[in-house]
């Protein structure tokens, strides 16, 4: 299940070790960094490092795989949408960053627990409101996946099969009207979720028991990411390679 | 001394729906008092009231002598905890260990006293060995329970829950009740089986928005026309004494198996 897979894998992986403030200072700054690039060799480069950490992380293969495929499918959208205006190279480009970005934050929540993320987000003064709405993303989207998960199976075993063509508007009526009720599900389960939130002592800040405390290793992600943003920058203004 | 005082509480929901009326009652610390009503009674809805969740458009609610309102609820809340009556609105986290650790951390006890709070709240509740499980692969006994540890991690002073044994099974059931009646707190039990309520609880307080009734079991199980009012049904070996009455057998009422067994041997030894 998604809510398994979420935080399953970040205590496993290699860059537990990590203070999340590192993590989210250096990852973030490489995204940054990435989103910025103009040529086609940084551009490589970054996707290069990105999947690398990714490797280096310890995730399971078919975990990254997977959830980098859900990435490509962004990547081909930019790719498609910049193609008649920009070229096949421009295109290419647009691609490559969407992917890397998305590898290096898709490294930085696969590998931080989501509450301590949050926790060192608000530490970079993160917008609290922000925080909170993260929060309740992550604890929602799961409502939205199984109140959807019922309705189907609900509708299945009443005989319900739909999607044989776009002609059936009967069909499209059901899913629109389901869709509609998944919604309003949600929001009442959303209520139920924050009044229990609220009954077990939650008032807006996120407490965790992981002690945010720099250490070499800290250090030496941090030197690494600076490194690689300074050698992309380098390659980027032409003066590498 | 008296844990909580509910005078004359009224609230309606923004539709208009009257929830609670004009409701009075009160319990004293250490008890154990069921709310039975039927479904829609708006037990939930007081629940959350005396949780300090919502609160009331009429009359007063005292938790352990302190006015609940606004300013105070948040602090108040600190001596109190809700067992909801679905578990998946109550567990949050991925990991059991770090969701019955949520009311705790969110306290602001020291690690070490949120570690052994944890662990003696998976002890106690039969939940050792599931602390790494993902909460929603766990059955709904499970959850159940999962959600009774989250809030007995917290120490509460007062503990209220909202149908504890609806959708459990009867191992679920006969585990769950085991927990609960090894727990000391006062304690407040919304139920519309009259059989959980006699298994957990000492006496009880009948509502239908507004209040019903209020006694022991023996004096409510002989209020025919209050159990009828409130659509609670006794507990069929009850009701198989009533049936004997209405014959002539009148041997007393019992309210669980044991007793009507103690009866039945006394009964028949007298006789022989």
């Given at each position: 299940m998604l809510h398994d897979a979420l935080d399953f894998y970040a205590t496993r992986s290699r860059f537990i070790i990590l203070d999340p403030r590192s993590k989210l200072a250096g990852l973030l700054a490489l995204t940054v960094t990435t989103a910025l690039l103009t040529q086609l060799a940084p551009?490589?480069?970054?996707?290069?490092?990105?999947?690398?950490?990714?490797?280096?992380?310890?995730?399971?293969?078919?975990?990254?795989a997977r959830?980098?495929?859900?990435?490509?499918?962004?990547?081909g959208f930019a790719f498609i949408s910049v193609l008649p205006f920009g070229g096949v190279w421009r295109a290419l480009g647009t691609s490559i960053r969407v992917i890397a970005c998305g590898a290096y934050v898709l490294l930085l929540s696969s590998v931080t627990p989501s509450f301590d993320l949050v926790r060192a987000l608000r530490f970079f003064r993160f917008p609290p409101i922000l925080c909170e709405m993260l929060i309740f993303l992550y604890r929602y989207l799961f409502l939205f996946a199984e109140e959807n998960e019922r309705m189907a199976a609900a509708r299945k075993a009443r005989g319900f099969r739909a999607g044989n063509s776009l002609l059936d508007r009967r069909g499209l009526g059901i899913l629109a009207s389901s869709a509609g009720a998944v919604l309003?599900?949600?929001?009442?389960r959303g209520m139920a979720v924050s009044r229990t939130l609220a009954a077990r002592g939650y008032e807006g800040n996120v407490r965790t028991l992981t002690q945010f405390r720099l250490k070499a290793y800290d250090l030496a992600f941090l030197a690494f990411a600076g490194a690689t943003i300074l050698s992309l920058s380098l390659l980027q203004l032409g003066v590498m390679g | 001394m008296t844990s909580i005082s509910v005078r004359n509480v009224s609230y309606r929901y923004e539709d208009g729906t009257l929830a609670v009326d004009r409701l009075s009652f009160e319990v004293a610390k250490g008890e154990r008092v069921a709310v039975l009503g039927p479904n829609g009674a708006g037990k939930s809805t007081l629940f959350e009231l005396l949780m300090g969740l919502r609160f009331p458009q009429q009359g007063s609610i005292h938790i352990m002598g302190e006015d609940l309102h606004g300013g105070s609820a948040s602090r108040l809340r600190r001596h109190m905890g809700l067992v909801f009556q679905d578990p998946d609105d109550q567990i949050f986290m991925p990991r059991v260990w770090d969701d019955i650790a949520f009311g705790p951390i969110n306290m602001g006890l020291p690690e070490d006293v949120v570690r052994a709070n944890v662990h003696r709240t998976l002890e106690s509740t039969g939940l050792a060995g599931f602390d790494g499980r993902a909460p929603h692969n766990l059955s709904r006994g499970e959850k159940k329970r999962v959600a009774i540890a989250g809030v007995l991690a917290m120490e509460p002073d007062i503990m209220f829950l909202d149908e504890p044994t609806a959708e459990l099974d009867c191992q679920g059931r006969r585990d769950l009740i085991g927990v609960l009646n090894d727990l000391h707190t006062t304690m407040l039990v919304a139920t519309h089986e009259v059989q959980t309520a006699l298994e957990i609880t000492d006496r009880a307080v009948v509502i239908d928005h507004s209040k019903l009734g209020e006694g022991t079991y023996p004096e409510l199980l002989s209020n025919k026309d209050l159990?009828?009012?409130?659509?609670?049904?006794?507990?069929?070996?009850?009701?198989?004494?009533?049936?004997?009455?209405?014959?002539?057998?009148?041997?007393?009422?019992?309210?669980?198996?044991e007793q009507a067994a103690e009866i039945l041997r006394k009964a028949l030894l007298s006789r022989s």
């Open positions: 551009m490589l480069a970054s996707l290069g490092v990105s999947v690398a950490l990714l490797a280096a992380s310890g995730l399971p293969i078919r975990h990254t959830r980098l495929s859900y990435i490509g499918v962004f990547a309003y599900r949600a929001y009442h | 159990l009828d009012r409130a659509s609670l049904d006794a507990p069929s070996i009850t009701r198989l004494f009533e049936l004997l009455e209405k014959d002539g057998i009148s041997l007393g009422r019992p309210t669980s198996v």
